[in-house]
Antibody, heavy 119, light 108 residues
Framework: QVQLVQSGAEVKKPGSSVKVSCKAS????????FSWVRQAPGQGLEWMGGIIPIFGTTNYAQKFQGRVSITADESTSTAYVELRSLRSEDTAVYYC????????????WGQGTLVTVSS | EIVLTQSPGTLSLSPGERATLSCRAS???????LVWYQQKPGQAPRLLIY???SRATGIPDRFSGSGSGTDFTLTISRLEPEDFAVYYCQQYGSSQYTFGQGTKLEIK
């Protein structure tokens, strides 16, 4: 069955960077697109951006342009999100999610990774 | 960017009752790209409805979606105890995804 397994919780200082991974199994990695969605404590869902691994093409939410990078390693079926210049407002659970196509629904989700930004 | 506004913010109902959740878009959304998710505390969201009205795999038929243009609705015909959760709508347009702010469905 399809599983998206994310890396563990992180604690970061303001101004630093964080990189979260999402390893896919039970799925032909290159046949799908993957997005990253975050959720601040007690808040709603926020799309950050996505990638189509087979093409290496990325698309980012305007809010995160210039501060986020989404990459994928087809050899390990792993997608990554890196967020730079962290501030306290970036404290959130970060989720990866699979899409069958660009614009399609997120049908499988990772378990989430808590990133805490604190001095 | 298309803004999705969900109403009500909180809906208090009893098991067995019918729930109607609304999602209104700031401009027209392709029905193909309107989606509903359910999220329970401490869990990732779960896909319920895609293409505005198609149920995802394994979703009970008490869940239904409808609407077009700027107004969309998620209906739960008879609430079960496990349906009390937060529901989000989502759209895709102009290469951007946006979510509504969520509707919390709580037990009355």
């Amino acid at each position: 069955q399809v599983q998206l397994v994310q890396s563990g919780a992180e604690v970061k200082k303001p101004g630093s960077s964080v990189k979260v991974s999402c390893k896919a199994s039970g799925v032909t990695f290159s046949s799908y697109a993957f997005s990253w969605v975050r959720q601040a404590p007690g808040q709603g869902l926020e799309w950050m951006g996505g990638i189509i691994p087979i093409f290496g093409t990325t698309n980012y939410a305007q809010k995160f342009q210039g501060r986020v990078s989404i990459t994928a390693d087809e050899s390990t079926s792993t997608a990554y999100v890196e967020l730079r210049s962290l501030r306290s407002e970036d404290t959130a659970v970060y989720y990866c999610a699979r899409q069958k196509s660009v614009g399609g629904p997120f049908d499988y989700w990772g378990q989430g990774t808590l990133v805490t930004v604190s001095s | 960017e298309i803004v999705l506004t969900q109403s009500p913010g909180t809906l208090s109902l009893s098991p067995g009752e019918r729930a109607t959740l609304s999602c209104r878009a700031s401009q027209s959304v392709s029905s193909n790209h309107l989606v509903w998710y359910q999220q329970k505390p401490g869990q990732a969201p779960r896909l319920l409805i895609y293409g505005a009205s198609s149920r995802a795999t394994g979703i009970p038929d008490r869940f239904s979606g409808s609407g077009s243009g700027t107004d969309f609705t998620l209906t739960i015909s008879r609430l079960e105890p496990e349906d009390f959760a937060v529901y989000y709508c989502q759209q895709y347009g102009s290469s951007q995804y946006t979510f509504g702010q969520g509707t919390k469905l709580e037990i009355k």
